[in-house]
């Protein structure tokens, strides 16, 4: 049984994973979902902290706020918007452009992720959708803020790659999330009506950019706040 909360604002929040039945019920004339990778698809977001955390032990950052306001500036955020804010932070090296720091941060995302069994980051309710839509012959896309080579690696860690026909990541995307451009971008390279497409974002970032496309749009709570 899915739960269903309206928000304020009013988005539709499922805090598990529906199955394709439950969303075909509301939702009658659905041919496509597109889906956010981190946080969303994958529960990846306290990942991304550690792995940014492990920067500032390795280099001598001293951020100026604690863990958790770290976790909160982090999620939904691109990389290289977190570069804007902690570029300035105390130990940062000044000689960092923003792709030395995504690649460090994307070097520790990995490593961490290669020591973490799939389950821990893909829930198998996650994993009934994808096949449920599969079987079904929904087309699938993912709309990452992500750069494409820790997209495509964190799809084969989790061994779902395949289920995606288009996979959109920031280096495909001349403006990023919270701009509807991604989404936009994926109802045109599906051939997709907004009216036939839901959008499962988790982020506040992400959710701007998926009702700006127009399609519709769950807010995705389901993994565990971390
Ligand atoms: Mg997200």
Redesign the pocket.
Known sequence: MVTFLMSKNPILTMVSVPTLSELKASFPALKAIFF?????LLDT?KYHTQAFLKIGRDYGIVPPHSAEVIHGLLV?RADHLVFDVVKNWPGFPTEWSTKNFVDEKNKNLLTLLSNVPRAEFLPVSILSLLNEAQTSGLILALVTSSERIVTEELLRMAQVRDYFSQVITRDDCPKHKPDPWPYLHALTITSHEKEDVLIF???DV?VAAALGSGAHVIKADWHPRA
């Open positions: 956010d990778m981190d946080g969303t977001e939904g974002e988790d982020s992400g």
